[in-house]
């Protein structure tokens, strides 16, 4: 079974501009979350959707969205970006379930200059 | 705010041994925790999960864990050098009815495994 896949991989883009990541799951899995990792704050929790619709948030601000279509595949925009977005953004997988043990995509680093 | 917290390295063990590691948190509510290891420049890789106390094996594996005292570790046995990586501790918050796919992570333990 495929993992997850994330696109781009790879991202450079100047402050004030906006960026799309996209994130498809493992076939079945309808839970998708997204994270952020910086080497100053760790792998901090951004959102998750399940069955297109968000169902928790993390500490972030509003600049920072997402959504699920679907087919459960989801996007997350960032809006005027800011060099402290520098980082690695991650999606993680999961089957519905009181366990939902999470599986992560290859990520997508953005670099804001 | 609920913490989890790991020492942050790095450990350093031969070739061989068995390498330790450990992890605390907060939330009294949490019912599941999971293992990732995380090579440089790589993505979380999920090594184990475990959701009742005691312990759980998987290979060269063991996770352990003592909900009383808000305790996770990892024992890596026979480490080999292929396992010097980041291990990541990662607990998921307590929501209501168990939904929800929140994990809370710690900074992570650098294991470095000299041949």
């Known amino acids: 079974k495929a993992g997850v896949t994330q696109t781009p991989r790879y991202l450079i883009k100047t402050r004030g501009q906006q960026v799309t990541l996209s994130c498809s799951p493992i076939?079945?899995?309808?839970?998708v979350s997204w994270y952020q990792q910086t080497p100053g704050q760790g792998l901090q929790f951004l959102f998750e959707?399940?069955?297109?619709?968000?169902?928790n948030k993390g500490n972030f601000p509003g600049r920072f969205s997402g959504r699920q279509f679907s087919n459960s595949r989801s996007e997350m925009n960032v809006s005027t970006l800011e060099l402290g977005d520098s980082a690695l953004y991650l999606c993680?997988?999961?089957?519905?379930?009181?366990?939902?043990?999470?599986?992560f995509g290859p990520g997508t680093r953005l670099l804001v200059l | 705010q609920k913490e989890v917290e790991q020492n942050s390295g790095p450990l350093s063990v031969p070739e061989g041994a068995i390498a330790s590691l450990n992890c605390t948190y907060s939330?009294?509510?949490?019912?599941?925790f999971f293992w990732y290891r995380q090579y440089s420049g790589k993505s979380p890789e999920l090594i184990m999960f475990?959701?009742?106390?005691g312990d759980k094996e998987d290979g060269r594996f063991t996770a352990q864990l003592n909900k009383a005292s808000q305790y996770v570790s990892l024992l890596i046995r026979d480490s080999q050098p292929s396992d010097s990586a980041t291990y990541l501790c990662?607990?998921?918050?307590?929501?209501?009815?168990?939904?929800?796919?929140?994990?809370?992570f710690g900074q992570g333990t650098e294991l470095s495994v000299k041949p």
């Open positions: 993680a997988s999961s089957l519905p379930g009181a366990k939902e043990t999470q599986y």
């Open positions: 076939s079945g899995h309808r839970s």
């Open positions: 959707y399940f069955s297109e619709t968000q169902r």
């Open positions: 939330d009294r509510g949490s019912q599941s």
């Open positions: 475990i959701y009742s106390n």
């Open positions: 990662a607990v998921k918050e307590d929501m209501i009815y168990n939904q929800g796919g929140k994990l809370i």
